[in-house]
């Protein structure tokens, strides 16, 4: 099982040189991987509550967010072997145009190390802000990735559907090499949309007594449309804390034991973020945090 790490996207540790120096700590450190999030709004009277707080409103560390995808171009720059991952942009927030160019580059740039994780998205106010409404959020997203794939992969590519056209055309440059896309979903429809179209699910926050049959479901979707078996790679979020309620919650031992039942349940990555844990960690706790988790894990061995 691969280990990667959240990059210091959010709250008072998102500078450019603290990104800089946790990317290539993490790349001496052996992590296999690099994420970013995405969050575009903090809006003072929330239409969609976060489900992470009591009043609904995000929590301190998400107040200040980075832009995800200029975050891991700025930080491919610095790093040369260590992958470089989306976890996750909201497709209501984009066009599969606009992003499909804006990836490529990112990949072309980097040395083919992009890996793409899509959600859907939660909040109201930041999808009618981007233009958009959740309606047909399942028919979208089937576009949308088939609009990523075409561009990335034909010669010439033209679509017509009920969300997006493009006309035929050329595209490029093309990415390094078609990057991998995983879906952020839960729901069993969507996790066997999944299955037939993406490479992989990034799923976050589940017991894995609950995460392993939906693996299963989009597994057998794969399987019925002749596709490989996707990757899951799951988002740790790392709490220490003595109120023990989801995986990657509790204490470094609670934590080492989820990352062995993840493994020993075939999950082919973890990647761990320690931005949610405490608004004011100092840059020196989160690189003592990351180090121990390398050395807990044996990244490099």
């Known amino acids: 099982m691969r280990l990667g790490l959240g990059l210091p996207t959010l709250g008072h540790l998102a500078t450019p040189a603290f990104i800089t120096s946790v990317a290539q700590r993490a790349e001496v450190l052996g992590y296999h991987s690099l994420w970013a999030g995405e969050r575009l709004l903090d809006p003072v009277n929330p239409r969609s509550r976060y489900p992470g707080t009591r009043d609904g409103r995000l929590p301190d560390a998400m107040k200040i967010a980075l832009e995800p995808v200029t975050t891991l171009t700025f930080a491919a720059a610095s790093t040369s072997r260590v992958t470089l991952g989306t976890s996750v942009l909201c497709m209501l927030l984009h066009n599969p145009v606009v992003l499909a160019k804006q990836l490529a580059t990112l990949d072309v740039l980097s040395g083919g190390r992009l890996r793409v994780g899509l959600g859907q998205g939660w909040s109201l106010d930041e999808i009618e802000a981007a233009g958009n409404t959740s309606e047909g959020q399942g028919r979208r997203s089937e576009e949308f990735v088939t609009v990523l794939r075409g561009l990335w992969t034909s010669e010439r ?15 490029a440059p093309k990415p390094a090499s078609c990057p991998p896309i995983y879906l952020g979903v839960y729901a069993p429809r969507a996790l066997e949309r999944a299955g037939r179209l993406a490479d992989g699910w990034l799923p976050g926050g589940l017991p ?6 939906l693996r299963d479901t989009m597994a057998e979707a794969a399987a019925k449309a002749g596709r490989p078996e996707p990757e899951v790679i799951v988002r740790g979020n790392v709490r220490f804390t003595g109120n023990r309620r989801r995986p ?11 990352l062995q039942k993840h493994h020993d349940a075939g999950i082919d990555e973890v990647f761990l973020d320690f931005t949610f844990d405490d608004a004011t960690v100092t ?7 990351m180090e121990e988790a390398a050395r807990m894990w044996d990244v490099t061995g």
């Open 283 to 289: 840059e020196e706790a989160f690189v003592e945090r």
């Open 248 to 258: 990657f919650q509790g204490t470094w031992d609670d934590i080492a034991a989820d």
């Open 208 to 213: 894995l007594e609950m995460l392993l049959p």
């Open 157 to 171: 590519m033209a679509y017509k559907g009920r969300f997006f056209t493009v006309p035929e055309t050329a595209f």
